[in-house]
């Protein structure tokens, strides 16, 4: 009996160990200058202060989104939000082994410093995560349910998600969020504000989050933000969106 559980053992290891090498080239290669550290304090749907790998090759979004937008997207703005917020808690005492989401709850409470990067890093996290090479990805039946009788139908909700997107003037964030009373809800906000800061207009948790900042799309769309938000649902990944809807 002993015997077997060993071999048992051994065997989910070498399994492990065989998942690991898999997945070590594609994690190598985007992680090179990222701090890899403190994640283990956080579930997939918290976030933490430091800058995770991206989950996928500069290139993987092609065309919907080229390689240098994504190398300066994360590399270059999303890099300096987790710098200047981990400079901004250390300024305010914020202890960083903690959740981001404490802080961006309280937000009214910070400097505007705080506000600014805490959201930028807290958005840029969850924007990586909520795109994908794979196009085959879907809404779980329960998501689809809940878009059903939030909006009537996947169309009518995407079409009010992309007025918000194409509306909101200046940089920011078109969302879909799951509003305190448990509603879906299409809204936007300016910067690098989010649903999750106690000075949201309308507050809730995000499912999905758009950047519509130039710096996000300016590179190959230039003018034309209706075609960047468009391409975003072709590498949307409902994966992650499952997964954030279940959470709640
Ligand atoms: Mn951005």
Do not use: C
């Amino acid at each position: 009996m002993k015997q077997s559980s060993r071999r048992n053992f051994i065997g989910q290891s070498a399994l492990a160990g065989i998942g690991a090498l898999i997945t070590l080239p594609n994690l190598g290669a985007l992680a090179a200058s990222n701090n890899m550290t403190n994640t283990s304090n956080f579930s997939p749907i918290t976030t933490g202060f430091d800058q995770q790998p991206l989950p996928y090759v500069y290139s993987a979004l092609e065309p919907s989104i080229d390689t240098l937008t994504m190398d300066i997207h994360y590399n270059k703005h999303a890099a300096a939000y987790s710098k200047n917020l981990k400079e901004a808690a250390l300024a305010e005492g914020v202890d960083t082994s903690k959740p981001l989401e404490d802080v961006l709850y309280k937000i009214s409470k910070y400097s505007v410093k705080m506000r600014n990067n805490g959201g930028g890093h807290y958005n840029h996290e969850m924007f990586w995560k909520l795109l994908s090479a794979d196009t085959t990805t879907q809404p779980s039946a329960k998501l689809l349910a809940a878009i059903n009788t939030g909006f009537g139908s996947m169309d009518e909700m995407k079409k009010q998600f992309n007025t918000a997107a194409t509306t909101r003037f200046g940089s920011g964030w078109a969302w879909l969020i799951i509003t305190n009373d448990k509603k879906l809800a299409i809204i936007s906000t300016p910067n690098q504000d989010n649903p999750l800061m106690d000075i949201a207009e309308v507050k809730g948790f995000p499912l999905i989050g758009l950047d519509v900042w130039e710096h996000a799309y300016y590179l190959k769309y230039q003018n034309r933000r209706a075609d960047y938000i468009a391409s975003f649902w072709k590498i949307l990944n409902w994966n992650t969106v499952n997964t954030r809807f279940e959470s709640i």
